[in-house]
């Protein structure tokens, strides 16, 4: 028994899209249910390959609205760490919850993950019915390398026993906040398991000009000379990089994740050198950082602001199209980041868009859907060929809204 998906349109044309046992076995027009299979009337609407969320930290949705207009430090010190420092398994899971509920019926069905209770995520993930990229903030300007190391280890602990849904990771939080030596051992312990590597590199200006007061290079270089910088590493942000750092990059195979609405909103002051990245071929997908920074996690929506800063800092309308914006967003112009092709033998992971969407029912598809759309415009998601999302709704959403809202009431927001 599997699902058909009947009336969808892909490239111009009516198609069907049949799953079994979590894969595409079988898509094109002439694609029709077999006996016993659940079926879903796509009813004109588009198919779609899923966005992919590059970076976030999902269960910062609790953080919503908390003192969102201050400067970060102040915000960070004030308002964040004091209430992190109480965190409990329970108010990380339902932060979560709220996360994966807003992403994947905004279309996104993967995120890359950076956050405390790692486990506490990973159980919301597969309760979800999504995908995940997750690992436990690393530090130790506070602490020591050892005990960073412990933390490391029982990150990967509490992850080990996750269904095929999560990856685990290493995600030492960034070069200023993680020692060299640390750093040094990440990279390593990353090689040695073949770990993911996800860190903020080159958000602020700030951190460049220290990065070469204090060891003589830029970021990039300062990463790889520690053995950090690999076709397993995830760099979010990336705003300062400068050309040798791309070229580098590119040729370490490296990712970088842009995350515009968060640059926005915390005024970093630059934008993503997006097409000095392409010219250096290097990998870029999209994020949207976390709900305490963005605050939305609706990844279709900054897409338009990440087509938008490119064009507007280039002083060049054509300096992005509409389909690189779109590939970048799916995770197209990022293999490493996990996105799968919409094709027989590949993960039954897709969209299907509202047929009476009205932002998507003239013009070209790939506009509509960066310039026009929002997540609303979606009316259905599959993962692994389950149905997550129906008539653009997620199933038990009241009472996540509920639960999370009570554990933010409960840590003081
Ligand atoms: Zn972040």
Sequence with gaps: MGLTVENARLDGEGVGVRCAEGTIVALGPEVVAQPGDETLDAAGGQLLSP?????????????????GDLPLM????????????????EDVYWGAR?????????????????????AATARAVEDAGVRATIGAPLF?????????R??????????AGCGPRITPALAPHAIYTVSEESLRWIGELSAERGLPVQIHLSETEKEVQDCLAEHRERPAH???????????????????????????????????????VANLKLAVGG?????????????????????????SLDLLADLKTFALVQKHAAGDPTAIDAAEAWAV?????????????????????????????????????????????????????????????????????????????????????
């Design 271 to 295: 934008v993503f050198p997006h097409p000095a990245a392409r010219s250096a071929g290097v990998a870029v997908g999209l994020g949207t950082d976390g709900a305490g920074s963005n605050d």
């Design 140 to 148: 130790d300007l506070h602490g020591s390398p050892a005990q960073l």
């Design 51 to 67: 966005l992919v969320n590059g970076h976030t930290h999902a269960a910062m949705t609790l953080f919503r609205g908390s003192g």
């Design 98 to 118: 709220l996360a994966c509920a807003e992403m994947v019926r905004s279309g996104t069905t993967r995120f890359w993950d950076m956050y405390w209770q790692p």
């Design 74 to 89: 102040p915000w960070l010190e004030e308002k964040i760490w004091p209430v992190e420092a109480k965190l409990a398994d």
């Design 222 to 260: 300062y990463l790889d000379r520690l053995g950090l910088l690999s076709e397993r590493t995830v760099l979010a942000h990336g705003v300062w990089l400068d050309p040798d750092e791309m070229a580098l990059i590119a040729e370490r195979g490296a990712t970088v994740v842009s995350n515009p």
């Design 329 to 413: 967003a799916t995770g197209a112009r990022a293999p490493r980041l996990g996105a799968t092709p919409l094709e027989p033998g590949a993960p039954a992971d897709f969209l299907l868009t509202r047929a009476n969407s009205p932002e998507l029912g003239i013009g070209e598809l790939m506009a509509d859907l960066v310039y026009a759309a929002s997540g609303a415009a979606i009316a259905a998601v599959v993962v692994a060929g389950e149905v997550l999302v129906r008539d653009g709704g997620v199933p038990e959403l009241e009472e996540i809204v509920v639960r999370a809202a009570e554990r933010a009431r409960g840590l003081g927001l």
């Design 150 to 159: 412990e933390m490391a280890h029982k990150g990967l602990e509490a992850l």
